[in-house]
């Protein structure tokens, strides 16, 4: 796996006191989440993070870095998604950043209305907000970050 | 009947019991497979009650939770039942918020469910 430890924030925060870090570029390929998740859920445990944390975590990282691979990038070999990570005891954030053309997530449609509640897809964008305390996207639409704050 | 790599087939009575093989149900070819042979139940099976026991299942994606709708779908347009019991709290919760939980049939327990068909 490949790990980077050059990723320092701007502004340091107590949050950000012993954190782990991973910034890496996945290629556009299924089950590319894999190079992010496993380290990202060792490290939820090796910081105390309860399991159904841990399972709301992995699932807005796995459907994020899914979307931005099949949806931004199209699953285009020449382009890459962007993933940096930090995990403190009080703190997960993820960003996620692909090369395709964005989107306008305030267009996703309700996918718990009558008439989509039985469609097979569109439900990431809405477990993602639903699951984590933050969620805020670029103006373009191709960087989503994601913040769970423990409590 | 076929070799399912990704499911666990039985019978109990007249009922089709589904155990997973896998405890994360997430990486994209397997989704694709997990589908695959579900469907495989309804289309070239033609079996009529079908109950998915999530029982070990400890993560699935919106890409798993597509392929259950479809199933649903499909059940339901060739006149079967299909019914899940053993769901653990956390994917619980991703039906509830997602309001499948009003789609599906959900039991606590295996012999719950099997005594509702």
């Given at each position: 796996m490949a790990h980077d430890s050059s990723v320092h924030a701007a502004n340091p925060s107590p949050?950000?006191?012993g954190a782990w870090r991973l910034a890496v570029h996945l290629p556009s390929?299924?089950?590319?989440s894999r190079i992010v998740t496993e380290g990202l859920l060792e490290q939820l445990g090796v910081h105390g993070w309860e399991s159904a944390d841990v399972f709301s975590i992995h699932l807005a990282a796995e459907e994020a870095i899914v979307n931005a691979i099949v949806?931004?990038?199209?699953?285009?070999?020449h382009k890459q998604v962007y993933v940096e990570c930090l995990v403190s005891p009080e703190l997960v954030r993820v960003e996620i950043t692909d090369e395709g053309a964005g989107f306008d997530?305030?267009?996703?449609?309700?996918?718990?209305?009558d008439e989509r509640?039985?469609?097979?897809?569109?439900r990431g964008v809405m477990l993602m907000r639903t699951f984590m305390t933050r969620i805020e996207y670029n103006e373009k639409g191709n960087r989503v970050l994601m913040e769970k704050r423990k409590g | 009947m076929p070799t399912h790599q990704r499911i666990d087939v039985s019978k109990v009575g007249d009922v089709t019991v589904v155990r997973f093989?896998?405890?994360?149900?997430?990486d994209e070819a397997k989704i694709i497979q997990f589908g695959t042979e579900l469907f495989s139940l309804v289309d070239?099976?033609?079996?009529?009650s079908i109950l998915l026991n999530f029982d070990g299942v400890e993560f699935l994606s919106s890409a798993a939770l597509g392929k259950l709708i479809t199933l649903d779908r499909k059940v339901k347009s060739h006149k079967g039942r299909l019914k899940m019991s053993n769901i653990r709290r956390e994917i619980y919760d991703v039906f509830q918020v997602t309001k499948l939980n009003k789609v599906f049939d959900i039991h606590d327990a295996e012999a719950e469910a099997l005594s509702a068909f």
């Open positions: 949050d950000d006191v390929e299924r089950g590319a949806h931004g990038n199209k699953l285009d070999p997530p305030a267009q996703v449609p309700d996918c718990t209305s509640l039985e469609v097979p897809s569109g | 093989n896998d405890r994360k149900i997430l070239l099976d033609n079996r009529k």
